[in-house]
């Protein structure tokens, strides 16, 4: 059992030590307010699959009755809102019972959450994502003059009214389910496994493998080193700012910028799908998402020792 138990149950700064938020493994040792052994562990993952199990079975049954009858577009959002309740509820009864400790020790090293800071990490992605994004369509423009014409032709309108209203739905839930997945994978995981990995390059390392392998199936050989630097970068901006509101905003971002060109991608290209697509992915996406998770990094390291200094 963790020092200070009753303090940080009740949500204060003060039930963590001084010491602990300025230190390197202060986010990670957020666990030590709770439970930490193999046993509190199991059962936490227990309680996480069991409640995505628990949501999941009845809307599979209803979705196995009536998803026909579903508009395009809708029974991505319906999984997207059941995942996404399955993890939260499942992470808050792993938190509060396994482990003993508040749903809030798995954000932020002063147990609050920064809405702020969210919006700032959201802000970072688009900006990197338009650098990047910019410096590809005119590298392409200049290597292939005759096709420069073409590039807006790609996109159009909507497909359907109700393939809109899905992806504007699927929009307003990113947020949330990002919110999930990073308290999952940056959150709870990365301070489970901290106790017993304290190398953190390695650590990071097992948790992109991880968070790429909860992202199967795969369409290609190049998706899975994708996610593997996804899930570095924002690993890497968690523990830089020991808190996870940063890697929810920019995964947020992300998956919003998917639905945003599912939504307007011209009739020859439409998938008539928001994010489930299993298309290939290009070799050259790799190095799109080191890059700009790199700058990602760089926009959010000054800043933070900007700010501390």
Known sequence: ???????????????????????????????RLGRTDWRSGVKAFLRILGWQVLVDIPVVV????????????????????????????????????????????????????????????????VIANFVVTGAMIAFYVLTHPAAATHVVDDFGSPPSRAFLAAGLLSIALFPLQAASEELAFRGWLTQTLGQFLRWRWLLVVVVALVFA?????????????????????????????????????????????????SLFLSAPLQRHTLFLDGGPVPWWAVLEAAIQFSLIYGMAYWLVRRVRR
Do not use: C
């Open 1 to 31: 059992m963790g020092p200070d138990l009753p303090l940080a149950l009740s949500g204060s700064i003060d039930a963590v030590p001084a010491g602990m938020r300025r230190d390197a493994f202060a986010f990670i040792d957020l666990a």
């Open 62 to 125: 209803a979705l196995y009755i009536w998803g026909d009858a579903l508009p395009n577009g809708f029974l991505e959002v319906v999984i997207l809102a059941v995942v996404t309740a399955g993890w939260l509820l499942g992470l808050r009864s792993a938190a509060r019972k396994a482990h003993g400790r508040p749903l809030l020790s798995l954000v932020s090293v002063d147990l609050r959450l920064d809405l702020g800071r969210i919006a700032l990490g959201a802000a970072f992605w």
């Open 213 to 261: 392998l909860a992202h199967a199936p795969y369409d290609g050989p190049f998706v899975f080193p994708v996610y593997v630097i996804m899930s570095l970068g924002l690993s890497a901006l968690t523990l830089l700012d020991q808190r996870v509101e940063l890697a929810i905003g920019a995964h947020a971002a992300n998956n919003i910028f998917v639905v945003i060109v």
